[in-house]
């Protein structure tokens, strides 16, 4: 990066009152990588395929991807012109401030540390239950009964803390993995479209991709609860491809650590959010052809995936590569999601967010640049909310669904808010710009996120809608009863960001630079 653009970049954070402490090493493509390693089309897009074919059977899955990926698409988009505005980490926490005040950011806030505690969460369920079901028991030869939820509660703790670790000792290390990440992504995403074609024990049948059928019930093994409407049945299976493709946001909460980031970050979002999309939907239908049976399939619930790879005439050892990359991708979509949730934690402290925790958790290590305290609580707080939530592989689908629903609420929150202010308050834009569009867009992306809620709390997920609303209320409380006059938020005005040079200016030095 030249000098210029770093002073740029610095410069562009200086006057929103906020001093680097973080260290930009990410480029475009990094930023890029971060938001496509905590996608994951091999993470959701596997893990949860269940959720779409258990719904409407294969036209959840060849049309609902499509619907759902470009619902996504214009939710980035609408995101990505107010990133472009405002370049920081916690995006969405400063974003909502911005646009819709200081109260509406501070409720932003929460629910999008929930959902990406619900990201990590669900994600690190899905290590340990590919793991178990993709490699220990048909290639290891470990017996599947010998598994227990003991297990599953250790596993997750080994993993969910070695990520911590890999977040702690740097950017640059957690760049290097999520970079790998992406390549690892595309390639195993091939070589199983390749394989599972190749290998069909069926004649490929494409009516499948538009053959709406109602699983719902048993025969779908209990996904979603029996309805009679088979538009309904559609409808619940786009949380298939919208839990699949979320945590974008991780482009935005890494802002501060990104070079020329007015344009690398809005790019970051869109890209990892079309490329996962339009390989996410060759990855679910190839997995639909190559199924020997799709009534069987959707009856086989969590272990679709493992029922299709295991019939594949495809030689064993492609099998043993796909299933131990598409663990590792797994767990490097959790470590991006702990990078992204840790900058979340760090942004809101900063301000004063978390009553009696901030100045512990905003504080930045000056060996590694790395909020460090923020990183071991986020860890801490994803465990406790796995084992809430049970240890099962129903649990990881109420993980899920959690994970969906309160990201994109959080996402649609600073769009809607945005929608009120353009042109009022809302006047400087960043490079980019969706001009004449750009209400349209926010107004679709909020509806879209609007449908996606309600979705993600239906039987028998209610806990999710069950947990949002307590949020919603308790949010509601806390903020009138005792935050709106304590939580200063972020600096909003001239004055505010001037009073803040001095402050800046001490914390740079304490870290030896504006790095």
């Not at 480029?27 to 091999?42: E, K, P, R």
């Not at 290998?199 to 609860?225: E, I, K, Q």
Request: hydrophobic residues 50%; charged residues 10%; proline residues 4%.
């Amino acid at each position: 990066m030249s000098a210029d653009q770093h002073n740029e970049d610095v410069k562009v954070l200086h006057s929103m009152g906020y001093a680097q402490e973080l260290s930009r090493r990410m480029g475009v493509f990094q930023n890029f990588a971060i938001s496509f390693s905590i996608i994951c089309i091999l993470a959701g897009g596997i893990g949860a395929y269940t959720v779409a074919l258990g719904a409407a059977g294969g036209g959840s899955i060849g049309i609902g991807w499509i619907v759902g990926a470009v619902f996504a698409l214009i939710v980035a988009a609408a995101m990505g012109q107010i990133a472009s505005a405002y370049p920081t980490a916690g995006g969405i926490y400063h974003w909502a401030s911005i646009l819709g005040g200081k109260g509406w950011g501070w409720a932003a806030a929460w629910i999008n540390l929930i959902g990406l505690l619900f990201v990590v969460s669900s994600v690190n369920y899905g290590v340990y239950l590919l793991l178990r079901d993709l490699v220990l028991v048909p290639i290891v030869g470990i017996p599947a009964e010998t598994f227990t939820g003991t297990h599953l509660t250790i596993a997750v703790a080994v993993i969910t803390a070695t990520q911590a670790v890999l977040n702690y000792v740097g950017i640059k290390a957690t760049t290097i993995l999520t970079d790998f990440a992406g390549y690892l992504i595309f390639a195993i995403s091939i070589i199983i479209i390749v394989g599972l074609i190749w290998g069909s024990p069926v004649p490929l049948d494409f009516s499948r991709l538009v053959t709406f059928t109602n699983f719902t019930g048993d025969p779908g093994a209990g996904t979603w609860p029996v309805t009679g409407s088979l538009f309904f049945a559609f409808v619940l299976g786009l949380l298939h491809v919208c839990y699949t493709i979320t945590g974008f946001d991780a482009s935005g909460h890494t802002s501060e650590e990104t070079r020329d980031a007015q344009r690398s970050v809005p790019k970051g979002m869109i890209t990892s959010v079309f490329w996962s999309g339009l390989f996410g939907w060759i990855l679910v239908v190839a997995i639909l052809l190559a199924m020997p049976s799709v009534e069987e399939g959707a009856a086989k619930g969590w272990g679709v995936f493992g029922y299709t790879l295991e019939s594949s005439l495809m030689p064993t050892p492609i099998k043993w590569v796909i299933s131990i990359g598409i663990v590792l991708s797994n767990y490097l979509c959790a470590l991006a999601g702990m990078t992204s949730l840790s900058r979340m934690i760090y942004a809101f402290s900063r301000d004063g967010g978390i009553p009696g925790a901030s100045k512990f958790l905003r504080k930045v290590s000056p060996t590694y640049r790395t909020p460090g305290n923020a990183i071991i609580v986020g860890a801490v707080l994803c465990f406790i909310l796995g084992w809430v939530c049970g240890q099962d592989a129903n649990a990881y689908i109420i993980l899920a669904s959690g994970c969906a629903v309160f990201l994109y609420v959080s996402y649609i929150m600073p769009i809607g808010a945005g929608i009120l202010a353009e042109g009022k308050t809302w006047t400087k834009k960043g490079p980019f710009n969706l001009g004449g569009a750009s209400k349209l867009v926010g107004v679709l992306a909020v509806l879209g996120g609007a449908v996606l809620a309600f979705v993600g709390f239906q039987p028998p997920y209610q806990l999710v809608g069950e947990f949002l609303a307590g949020a919603i209320v308790l949010l509601i409380v806390v903020w009138f009863a005792f935050e709106r006059n304590r939580f200063a938020g972020p600096p909003l005005t001239p004055e505010a960001v001037a009073k803040r040079q001095a402050e800046i200016a001490r914390e740079e030095a304490a870290l030896g630079g504006a790095g």
